[in-house]
């Protein structure tokens, strides 16, 4: 229900008199802690911004400059050729190797052959044994 005060009424003048509080009491001290902080940091940037600035400006280079190599040096002919030579020898040996595979299944399967020849030949002779009492 909604009631409408007169005026003169002591319930309006209470109203009327009373403070309202838009802010919290510590609300300037904190914007001001607030403010001061941003101020550092953006001094502290536009520090390190002037210095690399001028780090940049006398030549100083974070990383050494690469050095392009044009022509290789005359003492590493020696090292290239034992390189060469080392790298023949390696294929070479792999070559030797999978020739020496290659062989040892070839003799495994004639091994496999050979020991089913032999059974076979067992049971036939166990079988004649059998039957001549």
Known sequence: MLVALQPGHVAARDLSASVVVLARPHAPRRRAWRTMGFAVLHAALLGGAAVAGYAAGAGWRPFPAAVAVVAPAPQAEPWRQELEQSRLALRMAE?????????????????????????????????RRKGEP
């Open 95 to 127: 070559a030797r190797g999978q020739e020496l595979e290659r062989q040892v299944d070839a003799l495994n399967q004639r091994l496999r052959e050979s020991n089913e020849q032999l059974a076979f030949l067992r049971t036939a002779r166990e079988g």
